[in-house]
Structure formats: C-alpha cells, structure tokens
C-alpha cells in the first residue's frame, strides 16, 4: 500500500534551475493537487488535476507547471526557480465522492538559494 | 471563493483533558464539506474527521468530535482526553465539492502538557 508516493524527499536548487517534483498514487484516484505549505503556515493549492489530460490552476500558479498524462502521475515543474519558492510541496489525491479526504504524500522540501 | 480562519495559533492543554480547536468558514455554496487534518512534527498530513454541510448529527471518529453550528458557520474541533501524541499543527480545511480545491485554514499548533 504505497499511497501516494513523492520523489525527492530533499532538494536544494539556485536561483534560476529548474526541476521536476514526482508525484505517483496506486489507488486509481481521478483527482490529484499540488500544494506548498510555508513555513508556519497552512497549504495552499498550486495546481489540481480532475482526470488524465485535465489541469487546472489553483491559488498560487506562478512559476510552476503541471500535466497529467496518466491516471497515477501528476508531476509539478518548477521554471526558473526563485527564493520565493522555497517551501515544501505536498502532493494528494482523492477518489470521487464528496466525503473522501484527500491522500497526501510525505513532501519534498525545497530550498532555494 | 471559500475562506477557513483558525484564529488561535497555539494552544496548551494538560493531558488527559478535553480541548476545542476553534474554525470559521466563509462560503456562498450551499453544499459542502468541512475536513480537519493533524500534522505532527514529522511533517505528514493525516486526516482526522468530515463534516458535510447537510448531515444532520456532528461528526465523530474515536476521541475527535466535531461542533458544528451551520447558522455560525463554525465547525470546531473537540479532542477528548488528550495524550501526549496529540502534539502537532491541526488544520481545518472546506472543499466545495469533490474534485474541488480543499481550502485550509493556517492551522493551531496544539502543545500537550504532562
């Protein structure tokens, strides 16, 4: 039961890289997020996913891209990184049904200097 | 839009006792669903309770309870007998309806006292 499954764990980038954070889930959920979560701070929604080959922006878009080619993968890239997007960044899923939760991963830790 | 205000940033409670973690929600929907999750220090997010707008009894899951008062627009959580494992972020979130943003709140760090 591995959930939903995020790589890497830590990352530390300069200014103006790029990267790809990872994001897998094994339980045929449709809907897929990406949120950041500053420090002391609640989540906020950067990007969502309602099925393969569906995006949509969320609060906090800019900078960031994502696609959805399959059902399990929703991968999130970060243009040009900037301090600002120092965060860590949670990935989550969830079935249909409004009263499902959403499935969170454990969280990539990204530094930007 | 949805907005959710958790208006106390900490909160300490001797163990064994009962503690309200208060939330307020903002929405024009008529339809939806209020979620608490419980992040530890190790970093996960682990959810805890549901709430629908049109259910008609409070939610309950094991020592969480939920009080909510649609008319309010509240929905507080209650944590009965308090351990030490309770320690953590508490976040109360609002999602309109499923395949929907899920909206949190900037949470209450919860300290349990020995």
């Known amino acids: 039961n591995a959930g939903v499954t995020q790589t890497p764990k830590f990352r530390i980038l300069k200014i103006g890289q790029s990267m790809t954070l990872q994001c897998a889930q094994d339980?045929?959920?449709?809907?897929m997020y990406w949120y950041r979560q500053d420090p002391g701070m609640g989540l906020k929604l950067i990007y969502y996913s309602v099925g393969a080959g569906i995006t949509d922006k969320g609060e906090v878009p800019n900078g960031y891209n994502v696609s959805r080619s399959t059902t399990e993968d929703f991968p999130l890239r970060l243009e040009l990184a900037a301090p600002s997007q120092t965060s860590v960044y949670f990935c989550?899923?969830?079935?249909?049904?409004?009263?499902?939760?959403?499935?969170f991963g454990n969280g990539t830790r990204l530094t930007v200097t | 839009a949805q907005k959710i205000t958790q208006t106390q940033p900490g909160m300490f409670v001797q163990e064994k006792e009962a503690v309200t973690l208060d939330c307020t929600y903002d929405t024009s929907d008529p339809s939806y669903g209020l979620f608490w999750y419980k992040q530890p220090s190790s970093g996960e997010m682990i959810f805890l309770i549901y709430q629908g707008s049109y259910d008609q009894q409070n939610a309950t899951e094991g020592r969480y309870s939920l009080n909510f008062q649609k008319a309010r627009k509240s929905a507080n959580l209650v944590i009965s007998a308090s351990q030490l494992g309770d320690s953590a972020m508490y976040f109360c979130a609002i999602r309109k309806n499923a395949g929907n943003m899920l909206t949190f709140g900037g949470g209450t760090r919860l300290m349990v006292k020995p």
């Open positions: 339980m045929n959920h449709n809907y």
């Open positions: 989550a899923s969830s079935p249909t049904g409004d009263r499902s939760p959403l499935h």
